[in-house]
T-cell receptor, first 118, second 114 residues
Framework: GAVVSQHPSWVICKSGTSVKIECRSL??????MFWYRQFPKQSLMLMAT?????????EQGVEKDKFLINHASLTLSTLTVTSAHPEDSSFYIC??????????????FGQGTRLTVV | GENVEQHPSTLSVQEGDSAVIKCTYS??????FPWYKQELGKRPQLIID?????GEKKDQRIAVTLNKTAKHFSLHITETQPEDSAVYFC?????????????FGTGTLLAVQP
C-alpha cells in the first residue's frame, strides 16, 4: 500500500513554544490530507482537512490560529501547534488517500506524533 | 455532519470465541466503511472495509456486514486469538464536499483472554 510518513514521532516542548509536525506522502500525490488528534483512551478526532494550494478547512471547535496548517506541495502537509500548552499534549496523526474521484479509497496514516508540552 | 457511534466500548472474550462490534452512522451520503485496529501508541491499521454497494465482506476470520437502510455496520471476528487484543475503530466516509472526511467511532477495547 501507499506510504505516509510523519515526523517527528515524538517531541517534548516547553509551554509557550511552537512545534511543527510534517506529513509526507512518499509514493503518491495527495491533494488532500487530514489531521487528527487522539487523547489517551479516546478516538481519533478530525481537526482539519488540508488542501494543497488553498486554505485548510477546520472542524468546529478547532482554533485555526493555534493549529496552523500548510499544504504547499502535493506530497507535504505541515501542522504547527503555536504557543503550545500542556493541554495540547496529545497524539497527532495525519492521513491521506490515494487518488481522487468517484471511488472512495483506503486512507493511509502516518505513524503519529506524540506531543508532550511541559 | 457525520456522526458515528460504536458499541460496546469494552469487550472481553475467551480465546476461540467470536467478537462482534457494532456501529451506526448518521449521514446517508456515507458510502465507505473501514475498520481499524490500533495498538497502543501506533497508527491505525486497516483490517477490512466495505463499500455501500455490498452488504457483506469476509476475509478469513474477519467479516463486516452493512445495512444501509438502518445505517448499521458490524465487525465480526471469529476464533479470536490473544493477538487480536487491541482497540478497534469503525469509521465512515462519503464522497465529495463536506462528506469526504473519515469520521471515527468511539472505539472498542477488545481483550481476548487465553
Amino acid at each position: 500500500g501507499a506510504v505516509v510518513s510523519q515526523h517527528p514521532s515524538w517531541v517534548i516542548c516547553k509551554s509557550g513554544t511552537s512545534v511543527k509536525i510534517e506529513c509526507r506522502s512518499l509514493d503518491f500525490q495527495a491533494t488532500t490530507m487530514f489531521w487528527y488528534r487522539q487523547f489517551p483512551k479516546q478516538s481519533l478526532m478530525l481537526m482539519a482537512t488540508s488542501n494543497e494550494g488553498s486554505k485548510a478547512t477546520y472542524e468546529q471547535g478547532v482554533e485555526k490560529d493555534k493549529f496552523l496548517i500548510n499544504h504547499a506541495s502535493l506530497t507535504l502537509s505541515t501542522l504547527t501547534v503555536t504557543s503550545a500548552h500542556p493541554e495540547d499534549s496529545s497524539f497527532y496523526i495525519c492521513s491521506a488517500s490515494v487518488g481522487q474521484g468517484t471511488l472512495n479509497t483506503e486512507a493511509f496514516f502516518g505513524q503519529g506524533t506524540r506531543l508532550t508540552v511541559v | 455532519g457525520e456522526n458515528v457511534e460504536q458499541h460496546p466500548s469494552t469487550l472481553s472474550v475467551q480465546e476461540g470465541d467470536s467478537a462482534v462490534i457494532k456501529c451506526t452512522y448518521s449521514d446517508s451520503a456515507s458510502n465507505y466503511f473501514p475498520w481499524y485496529k490500533q495498538e497502543l501508541g501506533k497508527r491505525p491499521q486497516l483490517i477490512i472495509d466495505i463499500r455501500s454497494n455490498v452488504g457483506e465482506k469476509k476475509d478469513q476470520r474477519i467479516a463486516v456486514t452493512l445495512n444501509k437502510t438502518a445505517k448499521h455496520f458490524s465487525l465480526h471476528i471469529t476464533e479470536t486469538q490473544p493477538e487480536d487484543s487491541a482497540v478497534y475503530f469503525c469509521a465512515a466516509k462519503g464522497y465529495g464536499g463536506a462528506t469526504n472526511k473519515l469520521i471515527f467511532g468511539t472505539g472498542t477495547l477488545l481483550a481476548v483472554q487465553p
